[in-house]
């Protein structure tokens, strides 16, 4: 079962292979994520470094998670994994 959300929000899988929802990811991401303590330097990876990271061979689209406002609304938060063989 999937965690449980506020009512105002519902998950959705993200599917990396349409441009409008892979720049919702960038747009996500590089406003709202830094990589420093003081968020003096955010990350600004392009749309092209994204689906590459995302989509290694093997990946899984169900494992690129997002949490949207309900009702197909904007994205507010993105989970993702990929698979890896560690020996």
């Not at 406003?31 to 093997?58: H, I």
């Not at 169900?62 to 560690?86: E, N, S, Y």
Request: with cysteine; glycine share 8%; net charge negative.
């Amino acid at each position: 079962d999937p965690y449980p959300l506020p009512a105002q929000f519902e998950w959705c899988t993200c599917d990396v292979n349409d441009a409008k929802e892979l720049q919702e990811i960038y747009t996500l991401l590089t406003e709202n994520y830094v990589e420093d303590d003081d968020s003096m330097f955010r990350f600004d990876y392009s749309t092209d470094f994204l689906e590459w990271a995302l989509k290694p061979p093997g990946y899984l689209r169900q494992w690129h998670l997002g949490v949207r406002v309900k009702g197909g609304g904007k994205l507010v938060g993105f989970i993702t994994g990929i698979p890896a063989h560690i020996q």
